[in-house]
């Protein structure tokens, strides 16, 4: 697949465009930079004046490369589809190698951190459950009322992955219901529609 990047995105990117292989090359060691440190002015302003543009350029490409970079991990792209893409924006095939050189040696770095970060569901950990059975109350003697309690024990990602137990209860009926919601939503989760949009999405 080619990557779409946004307008905006794509700008930053294309100013890159202009400069040699070597300019490009200390691109790639801002963007770095940027990765481990964040924006580091100083070097922007030197990067500036040696090529007589304005900071803010060299900002917008840096941040260019990057969103370069975070999309095509978060995209998951191989690297014939990353060296494709950079082709299609209208990078020269040296540009491409420097880009493409720089995108193998972070995919990985880049995705574990992407992986990390953002909003996270608890996990599934364990259950235990039990069957009860009313079979009289003072009001009526003569009764079945079989309910099943549930002991959902749940990983909490953002607190050090420690255990929450959460009790249910409900009744038989309720409980076939529920599963076969359940049921049905997993088996739509394995149509071949939600997994084109997941691929997509990812």
């Not at 235990?128 to 990602?157: C, G, H, M, Y």
């Not at 088996?187 to 997941?198: A, K, P, V, W, Y």
Request: aromatic share 6%; with cysteine; hydrophobic share 40%.
């Amino acid at each position: 697949m080619l990557l779409t990047l946004k307008p905006d995105h794509k700008k930053h990117v294309l100013l890159l465009i202009e400069h040699t292989p070597q300019v490009l090359q200390d691109f790639c060691k801002l963007a770095l930079d940027y990765l481990q440190k964040g924006q580091n002015i100083k070097l922007y302003n030197a990067a500036a004046q040696k090529l007589a543009v304005e900071v803010g350029v060299i900002k917008n490409s840096v941040e260019g490369l990057v969103n370069l970079l975070l999309e095509s991990c978060r995209y998951k792209l191989n690297s014939e589809d990353f060296r494709d893409s950079v082709i299609s924006l209208g990078f020269s095939e040296q540009q491409e190698i420097i880009l493409s050189k720089l995108y193998n040696a972070k995919k990985e770095e880049i995705s574990d951190t992407l992986a990390n970060i953002g909003f996270k569901l608890p996990e599934y950990h364990d259950m235990e459950w039990r069957f009860e059975v009313q079979i009289a109350s003072r009001t009526l003697l003569k009764q079945v009322a079989p309910l099943i309690t549930l002991d959902l024990s749940i990983k909490n990602p953002d607190k050090d992955k420690s255990i929450e137990h959460v009790l249910l209860q409900t009744d038989p009926v309720n409980l076939l219901h529920i599963t076969q919601q359940l049921e049905e939503a997993l088996q739509e989760g394995r149509s071949q529609h939600i997994r084109r949009l997941s691929r997509a999405i990812k």
